[in-house]
């Protein structure tokens, strides 16, 4: 089972970024996901969920209308669309699932948001 973000980098404020996140090792189209941050001296924090459908997203409150979560079960990834950016978004951004109680971490991917 292996979760593999991309798409981080360098982006100055107002900008945007897609992460992606591949997911292998399980049958992705049956199970929920959710993107989690972690800012420097911060605690993770979760960002966003989708149900296994993708038709179902939830989002923190202090991001909802600038992020977006989508899924495509077919390429077994899941997006992360960030728009307006801030310098507080900068932080690590992973992806995870949890099937039948087994937690998965993707490695991460840095987000810096810096003019």
């Known amino acids: 089972v292996q979760l593999v973000e991309s798409g981080g980098g360098l982006v100055q404020p107002g900008g945007s970024l897609r992460l992606s996140c591949a997911a292998s090792g399980f049958t992705f189209s049956s199970y929920a996901m959710r993107w989690y941050r972690q800012a420097p001296g911060k605690e993770r924090e979760w960002v966003a969920h989708i149900n296994s459908a993708g038709g179902s997203t939830n989002y923190a409150d202090s991001l909802k209308g600038r992020f977006t979560i989508s899924r495509d079960n077919a390429k077994k990834t899941v997006y992360l669309q960030m728009n307006s950016l801030k310098f507080e978004d900068t932080a690590v951004y992973y992806c995870?699932?949890?099937?039948?109680?087994?937690?998965?971490w993707g490695q991460g991917t840095q987000v810096t948001v810096s003019s």
């Open positions: 995870y699932t949890v099937r039948d109680g087994l937690e998965t």
